[in-house]
């Protein structure tokens, strides 16, 4: 019973730039946790709205595609078991541009109501996008703020941090999480984001045939050095 | 969106011509601009399709741009142009509208 209590306690903060970053670069892992009790709070700085991507063929406009990635966004939540979401308004490609500092406070807002057990996001300068290194950054400086950058892990993409050394990380900085029980939803997740992943074709292929690209394991990087005995490489909540 | 019409579309801009309009245009991946006021004073299309729409506005002002291939006229009256590629991806926007558009 009460370790019971203790998993429906366990709560996972994403703050992160675009609809659909939740679902193609770590929906695995978020739909693991989800599926064990943990309560996960998404928070996405735009609604994806600058996106060239309007389905194929396309069925959306510059100015009818928020609405639209909001729309998919829910749905891919209810696919992840993400229950809670929230935007922070932002225009898609300007997060860069934004004043950090009320920004910082926002987040800081949002991990003091949340209470998170882990804060994750992207890396300020692997994120691979402006808007995604810029919400890194002020998120990281955020969870400092919060005394919580204990807490904070660094989403990758696909399997770069395979080789951690080639970024500079060594494999104790590294927690490597198996989702191979959770491909399932990860592709319902693609699905849910259908403006997005029309134009890939593997992504409407038969179930067996798609699941089939997905890596079995997703990599986040803790964001805090710590100690080699204290660290579990297979889960973020250590 | 439905494909663009050349004669339909010409119609449509002439609407704003001599009106105060608001305007955005987009590259896809390189640049946008977001409500830009002018005074519109002549309103161009070329082409056989893809498009190109040419502006101009405040005296001495142009825009002009290409590669536009499909148009709709949303329920508030607003005229947006767009250029997709042959996979649905957005290389191109030119919208027109008399209000401002949500930032």
């Keep these: ?3 019971l209590n203790q998993e429906v306690s ?19 892992t978020l739909a693991k946790y989800a599926s064990e009790g943990v309560q996960i ?16 063929p396309p069925y959306l406009n510059r100015e009818t595609i928020a609405a639209a990635r909001e729309r998919e966004l829910r749905h891919a939540c209810d696919c992840l078991g993400i229950q809670q979401l929230q935007f922070l308004d932002i225009r898609d490609k300007t997060v860069e541009f934004m004043d950090e500092e009320p920004l910082i406070s926002r987040i800081e807002g949002i991990i003091h109501e949340s209470a998170p057990d ?5 890396h300020e300068t692997l994120g691979g996008h402006p808007d995604h290194c810029a919400i890194g950054k002020v998120t990281a400086a955020a969870c400092r703020r919060s005394g919580k950058q204990d ?6 993409f696909g399997n770069m941090m395979e080789q951690p050394e080639r970024y500079g990380y060594t494999r104790n900085d590294i927690v490597k999480i198996d989702v191979s029980a959770h491909l399932e939803a990860k592709l319902a997740a693609f699905r849910a984001h259908r403006c997005q992943s029309e134009i890939d074709e593997w992504v409407w292929r038969p179930d067996h045939e798609a699941l089939a690209r997905f890596g079995a394991h997703e990599y986040f990087i803790h964001a805090e ?3 080699p005995d204290r660290h579990n490489h297979y889960d973020l909540f250590h | 969106m439905k494909k663009m019409e050349r004669s339909e579309v010409e119609k449509e801009l002439r609407r704003f011509v001599g009106a105060n309009v608001y305007v955005h245009s987009e590259a896809t991946s390189y640049v946008f601009v977001r409500n830009f006021t002018v005074q519109l004073t002549e309103a161009h299309i070329a082409g056989e399709g893809p498009y190109r729409v040419a502006l101009r506005f405040n005296g001495d002002g142009w825009l002009r741009m290409e590669a536009l291939t ?5 329920d508030q009256g607003r005229l947006l142009l ?21 930032e």
């Design chain 1, 225 to 227: 050095t710590v100690s």
């Design chain 1, 10 to 28: 366990r709560k996972l903060l994403l703050v992160l730039a675009h609809p659909d970053d939740e679902s193609f670069i770590c929906g695995g």
């Design chain 1, 41 to 56: 709070t998404l928070v996405s700085a735009t609604r994806g709205e600058m996106g060239r991507r309007m389905g194929n």
């Design chain 1, 1 to 3: 019973m009460n370790n």
């Design chain 1, 118 to 122: 882990v804060v994750l996001t992207f």
């Design chain 2, 70 to 74: 499909d148009y709709e006229v949303d």
């Design chain 1, 151 to 156: 807490y904070l892990y660094y989403i990758s």
């Design chain 2, 82 to 102: 767009a250029g997709f590629d042959d996979k649905g991806r957005m290389d191109v926007a030119l919208h027109l509208g008399k209000e401002a558009f949500p």
